[in-house]
């Protein structure tokens, strides 16, 4: 939703055209600053209190923005808030749940009610962006405070006290080498990185195609293209606990170079109905790749360093791999690379990633 916001705000305000990339860069730049401290925060109290923190702290980026603050310095702090929030969300499962069958359930329940709240903002974004910025800058402001208040009826964790701050950035580096050498953490760290990286330069490449391709310029219609990206998603998620149980790491792999395909074939598309098919489809084998890989690397985690710290890991290395896609995206925009190509380049990227699975996967075999 915010997203859509930030970019009202610069068609309004007449930034330069490549300024949401540079908005983007900066949410994903918190992730991989302030990654060293999240994970131990998150494993040094119970989640539920860092669950609330993270939400607090996003609602304060968006009171930013009704204030009239810079976009990038807006969608920054609330990165701030999505990081400290993220290893408390995802690193909780492995506690309420008693086997790797129960844990990829939740993953997938958490992946789908995620991308749910990514579509209704999507859509509603899109929606209020157009209409009244005001209106949908306080929307998003109650979200964030309900949401607050809806984290205190988490279960609460016990916190580890021997768990500290100091030394992070050291500790940090040798739970990132613990991490790489064990075969399923390089596997899921590689995976997921490639996917989202992939999802993150699609979703800013949506806002130059479809004017460029079908002459939308509205964000609503932009917002209904992306939305359908996690309706595929949703289904995906649905499907991933019957189509990739535990141990069928091929079907994952599978999942993920069909939807590189699809990514390759969908700017060349020129009748939107069709473009519209291929996006949710490809969001489909999108949640059958990426949500096992979740569900590996939170394991991994409980069994070594711990849920918190492995997910302040994944964001890192998630967080990196996308800021580095943004920026070559940032480039390609500015000396006027025409965005079909970006977009066929996204897709052969993840082809490229789903490939070294397939090695690492036949090397650990061997």
Known sequence: MILFIAQAIILRDAFPDWYLQAVQATFLFS????????????????????????????GAGVAMLLAGANPALGYAVVGVGA???????????????????????????????????????AAAGGWLADHSIFLALVSCLGIYLISALLCIGVPS???????????????????????????????????TSGFWTASAVLRLAVFIWMPVAFGIHDNATIGVMIMLSGVGLVFGAVLTPRVVPPGKTPRIMM?????????????????LQGALVLQTVSGSFGGIYVIPLNAMLQRVGEQTIGTGKIIAIQNFAENGFMFVGVLFFLAASSAGAPVTWSMTGNGIFLLGIVSCLYWLHDRQKK
């Open 157 to 191: 964790n016990p916190g580890d006290p021997s768990v500290v701050m100091k030394g992070a950035i050291g500790a940090f580096r040798r739970d990132c080498s613990i991490v790489l050498n064990i075969k399923e953490g390089l596997f899921s760290l590689l995976g």
């Open 31 to 58: 992730y991989i600053v302030l990654s060293p401290w999240v994970g131990r925060l998150a494993d040094r109290y119970p989640k539920r209190r860092i669950l609330v923190l993270g939400n607090t702290i996003k």
């Open 255 to 271: 999942a993920g170079a069909l939807m590189g395909l699809l990514l390759i074939l969908l700017p060349w598309v020129t009748w």
């Open 83 to 121: 990081v400290i929030y993220s290893p408390a969300k995802y690193g909780i499962l492995p506690w309420m749940t008693k086997n790797d069958a129960q844990l990829l359930h939740a993953n997938s329940y958490m992946e789908g009610f995620t991308i749910l709240a990514i579509l209704s903002g």
